[in-house]
Structure formats: structure tokens, C-alpha cells
């Protein structure tokens, strides 16, 4: 399960590092709406929420499908800038069309609105589908893919009156306290590229990120199998973003990932009784591939096998072992039963196993 970049031909300078602020507020967003992904920050978040004008806290809630599971395309720019009100000003420049495709592959929880494919702007069937896709994931989701259709101009305008709010609420303050930190590691990446390599740059990133065999490109374990052709390759360090390794590669979009800016410290000691326990559930390939899927969020037994084109019964099975190991939490809605990760239960296997699977 990798993603491959090619950087159609000998990559060496093809990579690119940089400070975002627009990537950075991103990380800090999905933060808030999955603070179980980040237990040591679930203090600051906390007390973000506690300050929250009720107004903004609930523009939030209704617009977190871009930053939860997975991230817009465009807030996580290729061509970052110093301030954040200058990306914004990038994204305004994106069409309609081109926004409306990339926010609904977060709303509708998957990637299914393809490049190149009818606009669900223009063709009445692409527009349902859309619709049904998001109806499927619920209500909240619905509702914000109905407002994106009907009238992307206001929802893009609210969005990034929503975004400019986080910065005077919680973001300006945060970011002080990090910018310097991310400026110093890309300093640093910068140097290691120029002193040793494309090969010894990417080592630095994270274990996930290695050069190709060929030499041509870039591949990332990432949850699902891909290529991406790309002019270049943009690498942005995040402080709040760990452990998670996001990965920008659809189809008309400038290749980024983002990366999170090792902890100082030594790493806290591993159980290697609750390792090997733990570990004793995730043996088959089937059953850790499910669990990383259901890392981006809840999915029903029938998601679950239409993604990985599994028949019900076996994903049930899978599920099964999984928890009765304690490593997911159920809640029923309707006549359907959604699984999600038991966040405290995998923390247990390590952080090198938990960024594994929340990458």
C-alpha cells in the first residue's frame, strides 16, 4: 500500500522545503476535530474550545469534513507563503470547479469524485451522486455538500472568513510558538539535501518516505496504491500535525506532503508484552488494512467491503477479531452499525506502530 510520485526524471532538485501557515492552521483544525489522534495536545485543545465564540466553534463543526479524515487539497498549498493571508489569497484564485472536487472528496469520506470526470457544478448525474455519497456519511455532510453546490461562492467565502477567525481566536498565538521551529527544520532539511542527498533528505522526513529504486521518483506508505506525476515534490513540517504523514497527490495538484517535525526527547518506553499481544490481532494483512481505513473515520461493515471489494461476511469476521482485541469501539445509527479505532487502546502497541496507522 504505497503511494508513488514520479518525478519524471533524476529528482535531485526536485525537492522543495517550506514553511506553510495556511497547512499548519490545517493540522491545528484537524486537531480539534480528532483530538484523540493527539493525545498530548488534547489540553491545548481543550482550551481552544473553551475560548471559542459559539458562532465560530459551530462554523467548525460544519465545515471539519475538510480537515478531519483527511485534508482539502487546498489547504495544504504547493506554493506556500510567509503569511497565511496571502495563501488564502491562492485558494480564492482556484476555480469553482477545481474547489468544489477536492471539498467534496472529504465531505463524501472517500475518493470517488475524479479528476477529469463531469463537474457535479454542471451534470445533473455527477450532482446526485455527490449528494448520495455525502447523504451517506451524514447529515452534517449532507447539509455542507448541498450549500457547496448550490452556491460554492458563499461557501468558499464562509470557509475563509471561518479560517481568518481561527487565526484571531487561537492560530496567531499558536503559530508564534512554532513558526520558529518549522523554519529551523527546513533549514536543516535544506542543508542535509545539499550535504548528502535526496536519499539522506527524505530518511529525515519520516521512515514512510523513500526514493524509488529507479531513482525517478518518490513512495510513500500511505493507505491506498497510486502514482502521481509531478514537476517537483513540496515538503512541508508540521508541529501539530503529528504523527500523521499527509500526502497531496490527486490528479491535478502539485505533489505536497506534509510531515511532522520530530518530538524532542527520547521516545517513551514500549510494553513489549502489550506489543505482542496487540500485534496478535493484526497478523493478517486483510485486518490491518481495515484498521487504517477506519483510522480516516467510522465505516459500516458494508463501506468496509465495498472499498476494499471484500464480500460482508469476511470484513465481519476481520472486524470480529479486531474487537475482541479492544482495538474498536462500535456505535449503532439506525440500522447500521459504524466501527471506529479505540484510539487509547492502539496507543498502547507504541507511537512507532500508532504513526503507522494513523499516517
Known sequence: MTVRIDLGGPPAGRLRFAVSPLAELTAMLHVLAEPGHHPRLAGWATDVWGGLRPELAERLREAEF?????????????????????????????????????????????????????????DATARERALDLAQARGALQEAFAERLLADPGAVRARVRHTLEQCAEAFFDAAWTNVAGQLATDVRLKHELLTRQGIAAALASVSSAVTLAPDGDGIVVDKLQDNATA???????????????????????????????????????PVSLETITRRLEALAHPVRLRLLRTLARGPHTTGELALAWELSPPEVSRHLAVLRRAGLLTTRRQGRYVSYSVNLPELTALGTDVLAAVLR
Open 66 to 122: 475538510l480537515w478531519r479524515s483527511s485534508r482539502a487539497d487546498f489547504l495544504v498549498p504547493a506554493r506556500p507563503r510567509p503569511a497565511l493571508a496571502e495563501e488564502l489569497d491562492d485558494v480564492d484564485r482556484i476555480d469553482d470547479e477545481t474547489y468544489v472536487s477536492a471539498a467534496l472528496v472529504t465531505t463524501c469520506g472517500n475518493n470517488r469524485v475524479h479528476f477529469g470526470a463531469p463537474s457535479p457544478l454542471a
Open 230 to 268: 509531478g514537476a517537483g515534490v513540496v515538503l512541508i513540517p508540521s508541529v501539530f500535525g503529528r504523527p500523521h504523514l499527509v500526502a497531496v497527490h490527486a490528479p491535478g495538484w502539485q505533489p505536497v506532503l506534509q510531515y511532522p517535525v520530530a518530538e524532542p526527547g527520547p521516545p517513551e
